[in-house]
């Protein structure tokens, strides 16, 4: 008998961007992996350069482990490092969904 690991039933988490703010260094890390978030080219003005992150009214999806934890990122326009006030938890095959907005509670990190 062979045994097969399949990825068929992976949760996924979809970050929206619906503030108005481009926001980049994206990353959510569960069970000590780091899963990066981003599929837009924004500008990010401390670092004067282009960084993959979310544009205002964008998303990015990825599959993820199980797991809890912060949401960890950077304003685009702002050198300090910020993460969700709440940790962001998925369970064992069910999408989930978070949405930034302006007034997503952020704390400095």
């Given at each position: 008998m062979?045994?097969v690991?399949c ?12 503030s108005s703010?481009d ?7 569960v ?8 599929d837009?080219s ?10 993959v992150?979310?544009?205002?009214n964008?998303s990015?999806t990825r599959d993820?482990?199980?797991g809890?934890?912060y949401?960890y990122?950077n ?9 969700t006030?709440e940790?962001?938890?998925?369970e064992?095959r069910h999408?989930a969904?978070?949405?930034f907005d ?7 990190y």
């Open positions: 062979v045994l690991t990825d068929l039933f992976k949760p996924s988490l979809t970050i929206i961007n619906n703010h926001i980049d260094r994206i990353e959510w890390i069970n000590g992996e780091e899963y990066w978030f981003g837009d924004v500008w990010d003005s401390t670092l004067s350069k282009y960084e992150g979310i544009a205002i964008s990015s993820v482990e199980a809890s934890s949401i990122f304003f685009a326009d702002d050198a300090q490092r910020y993460r006030s940790k962001v938890a998925i064992a999408d969904t978070f949405t302006d007034s997503t509670t952020v704390v400095p």
